[in-house]
């Protein structure tokens, strides 16, 4: 584990299915570094489903791996999305708690 806490990841722009494949390459570096992750969302705009499988592709990588990824600062938009698919208590469980 990272013994000064987790690594920052802060994600801004639109997290739609056109950068995922830019944002996956991002994630898998930073998950290949071996460190736990908080990944920073308040700067992100538009949200589709693409970019929450994304998410929770990463956090069970992390998991898988033996170390963290914890979700902050989520907008309005990723939680309208997390609703409509039903993904709204595992959100919520991937985020930070404040």
Do not use: H
Not at 18 to 36: C, S
């Amino acid at each position: 584990m990272n013994p000064g806490g987790p690594k920052t990841v802060a994600l801004d722009g639109p997290v739609t299915i056109y950068e995922v494949a830019g944002l996956r390459e991002a994630f898998r570096e930073a998950l290949a570094e071996g460190v736990d992750l908080q990944v920073e969302l308040d700067e992100s705009t538009k949200w589709d489903l693409a970019g929450l499988q994304l998410l929770i592709s990463c956090v069970q990588t992390a998991k898988a791996d033996g170390r963290s990824l914890v979700l902050a600062k989520i907008p309005r938009s990723c939680v309208e999305v997390a609703e409509r698919a039903g993904l709204s208590d595992w959100l919520e469980s991937a985020s930070q708690k404040d």
